[in-house]
């Protein structure tokens, strides 16, 4: 099945569409619209956000892969956010996220073989009954908000690889959205964005301080009690070390694996896409990367110039930032034949949904998996799939998703 999108040129865009770290040119606006003529240009954009901050536009695959690739060129450790332009993440150098090779590839080291995809796969008999307790209420005859419950499945995933009590995933959860979607004002606290930003922050790194101390006397086979006797650089971690990557694996999840899904059910539920795939379970593994890059969650990386290089006939200077887009990058027709079109059966599809290169998203196995398993128990066990009211967008710069997507279905 193969759904293609509308033509660009009669895509609305919002009055502030050329402003990228508006938050509502994702949700009221086009994006892709305007990434679409970014990549027509033989030279990179720039914004300017004030009289002291600005960044360049990365909108094409090649010149993606080739920021993310080069992490000695642009370096990830003054911080990956938009929200932190300008000013230094604290975790530089602690977090896997924001930490460069060499010290990145030693630190990962062992969370990455926990994370391996045969270690995953030993773990489908724990994913599988998670999903479907999920996803059961859905054949009750009522209206059932989808993105609710994908909301709630990554942090049923990892909160069980990590040991974290099933009382507390709600909490967690929303914690976690609040980090990502802190302009949105379903997450937002009537203090405004950055005192709810410094609340959720506090608020889970007490939480996994408690944790840690507890688990350092307790350790298990989860992956909290890797990272606590994770050893690199003759050490083993400290504290503030644990709890941010600990805050990064809970982040990374919420961020990769809810989306895709919503994606498909808030813009596809009436194109016979669902149906053809439940009619055909071979393509779901394609259909499922085909998901990942039409979603693109993530949606940018943000990067800094180390020194004066070049990039699509720009001069960029050291120092400066740059924002690679994931969602341009993976609609770039260059490399994508027929880009604006959602087709399950694509192949090849080097999609960068997950990054690519050192900083390539280390969960992406858990991800992938738990994806795979979600549409295997939703197709066989649902169908006639129908909307029930309008899907809502997340208000967000960074993630690329739904809040929103009312839904019904009978069961099989």
């Not at 502030?16 to 009221?28: E, F, I, K, M, S």
């Not at 709600?170 to 302009?183: E, G, K």
């Not at 959602?342 to 390539?360: M, S, V």
Request: net charge negative; charged share 25%.
């Amino acid at each position: 099945m193969k759904v293609h999108d509308a033509p660009i040129s009669r895509c609305p865009v919002h009055q502030g569409a050329t402003d990228l770290v508006d938050p509502l040119l994702y949700t009221d606006g086009d994006a892709h619209a305007v990434w679409q003529r970014m990549r027509s240009l033989d030279t990179l954009t720039r914004q300017e956000v004030d009289d002291r901050r600005g960044f360049w536009n990365i909108v094409g695959f090649d010149d993606a892969e080739r920021v993310l690739r080069d992490t000695a060129v642009f370096t990830s450790e003054r911080g990956t956010m938009l929200d932190l332009l300008g000013t230094d993440d604290p975790a530089g150098g602690k977090q896997l996220a924001v930490t460069d090779p060499p010290r990145h590839t030693e630190m990962q080291t062992r969370l990455k073989k926990a994370l391996a995809v045969k270690a995953v796969e030993r773990q489908k008999d724990m994913i599988r009954p998670l999903i479907i307790d999920l996803i059961s209420p859905l054949g009750d005859g009522g209206t059932f908000d989808f993105a609710e419950a994908m909301l709630a499945m990554p942090m049923s995933v990892t909160g069980t690889m990590m040991g974290l009590p099933s009382t507390d995933w709600p909490w967690l959860s929303r914690l976690t959205t609040v980090c990502i979607a802190a302009d949105d004002p379903d997450f937002q606290d009537p203090g405004g964005k950055a005192a709810t930003l410094e609340t959720a922050h506090r608020e889970l790194f007490a939480y996994f301080q408690d944790l840690v101390r507890f688990r350092r006397d307790n350790l298990g086979d989860d992956l909290l009690s890797v990272l606590i006797s994770t050893e690199f650089e003759g050490r083993h971690m400290d504290s503030g070390e644990i709890v941010a990557n600990c805050y990064s694996l809970l982040l990374g999840a919420n961020v990769t694996t809810p989306h895709s899904p919503n994606y498909v059910m808030a813009q596809f539920i009436d194109s016979g896409v669902l149906e053809d795939w439940a009619a055909h379970p071979e393509v779901n593994n394609t259909a499922v990367e085909e998901a990942l890059r039409w979603a693109s969650p993530v949606n940018h990386f943000l990067r800094y110039a180390t020194q004066d290089t070049e990039v699509r006939n720009t001069r960029i200077a050291a120092g400066d930032a740059v924002v690679v887009w994931l969602g341009a990058a993976n609609r770039d027709e260059a490399v994508f034949p027929d880009a604006t079109t959602f087709d399950i059966r694509r192949k090849p599809n080097k999609h960068i949904a997950f990054g690519i290169g050192p900083h390539y998203c280390i969960g992406h196995s858990v991800a992938r998996i738990t994806l795979r398993i979600l549409f295997e128990e939703l197709l066989t066990r649902f169908e006639d799939f129908r909307p029930a009211g309008k899907p809502e967008r997340l208000a967000s710069n960074f993630v690329s998703g739904y809040k929103r997507v009312p839904i019904t279905a009978r069961a099989r």
